[in-house]
């Protein structure tokens, strides 16, 4: 589970997402009460027509079910996919791909690990084009590409990043850095936990406008921002590795949240669980917990237990897990 960590740290916890919404014109929006099964197959027929090219080129084309798990590497950027009313298709090439009859039409997507978006918007600018020129999108002078909600018209552009920010949320306090980023009024700020709460110290972020602005705006603006609270983040975690002092705090900070995770109750335990295996990573990453090195005071069995009781087998924790890029099978071994 935690083999090669700092080289997977990027591609692991941190990912990005850009995203175009497109619509069909003279067809209702997927949202729309008038948005009946027949123009549902209308929209999957048009699509089918212009996908025969791409079939050639190696892309595949999947019906969404409840348990599809190509989908599930997506669920972090539209989670509500799996829960939705079937007839969802779900066209792509490695992290390259559409949504069909989801929030829009063509949700266009490129994701992957967190780095430049410069090349995954070229990448998706150009399969726009390839759509644009098979199927006459829903467009208007005025308001530019016209979307199902008014929180992506215009340019349809969202772009969303997902951040593992432990060491920000052990030196400030995660509700302090989670109110600092919704006080913020040009970003969205989200997370997984129920009221606010940041489970794994995991926060997804995403551009607030579409309308009113290039999407060369939209790209800088989110590339500045996240590249920001990186670069703070990984200060802190240098400034942890630095101090003794802080490392004992660090370690004080963890013996106490072990503690109150063997004694609380499930519904408590979710949360500090998901708590306790972010902070531990930190300190994995950043070498500060000596490889072969273990809490000697812990009980692993303790804390299988309650990872198996905890609930933690199921909704939206294991979903966080599987962020983690946890195996579970081999949290008793290392931990």
């Known amino acids: 589970m935690f083999s090669s960590r700092k080289s997977r740290l990027l591609d692991g916890f941190n990912r990005v997402a850009l995203v175009l919404s497109r619509n069909l014109a003279r067809i209702p929006f997927p949202s729309s009460i008038y948005f009946s099964p027949l123009w549902e197959e209308e929209v999957k027929e048009r699509v089918e027509k212009a996908y025969s090219s ?4 190696g892309f595949s084309w999947v019906e969404i079910g409840s348990h599809s798990q190509e989908v599930e590497p997506l669920s972090w950027v539209f ?3 799996l829960s939705d009313s079937p007839e969802k298709i779900l066209i792509h090439k490695g992290n390259l791909g559409a949504i069909i009859n989801h929030q829009d039409h063509l949700s266009l997507f490129a994701e992957g690990e967190y780095r430049n978006l410069e090349s995954y918007w070229k990448r998706l600018n150009k399969w726009d084009d390839f759509w644009e020129s098979k199927l006459e999108y829903a467009y208007s002078e005025q308001w530019g590409y016209l979307t199902s909600s008014p929180s992506r018209l215009g340019t349809g552009l969202k772009i969303y990043m997902r951040l593992h920010l432990p060491a920000l949320s052990f030196l400030y306090g995660e509700k302090r850095v989670f109110q600092w980023f919704k006080d913020n009024d040009r970003f969205l700020v989200e997370v997984y936990g129920e009221d606010d709460q940041a489970l794994a110290h995991l926060f997804v972020f995403s551009n607030l406008f579409t309308l009113g602005v290039k999407e060369t705006e939209i790209l800088k603006m989110m590339q500045d921002f996240g ?4 670069e703070w983040e990984k200060q ?5 590795v630095k101090s003794s002092s802080r490392q004992n705090v660090f370690w004080q900070m963890m013996e106490r949240l072990y503690e109150e995770l063997m004694e609380g109750n499930e519904e408590q335990n979710e949360k500090k669980i998901l708590d306790f295996l972010s902070f531990w990573f930190l300190a994995r990453d950043e070498g500060i917990l000596p490889e072969g090195w273990g809490f000697e005071f812990m009980k692993s069995a303790d804390l299988w237990d309650k990872i198996i009781n905890g609930g933690l087998l199921r909704g939206q924790s294991l979903k966080v897990l599987g962020f983690l890029g946890i195996e579970l099978g081999r949290i008793w071994n290392d931990v």
Request: hydrophobic share 45%.
């Open 227 to 230: 590249k920001g609270i990186w």
């Open 54 to 57: 791409l079939a050639r080129k």
């Open 79 to 81: 989670p509500q996919l």
């Open 236 to 240: 802190v975690r240098t400034s942890l």
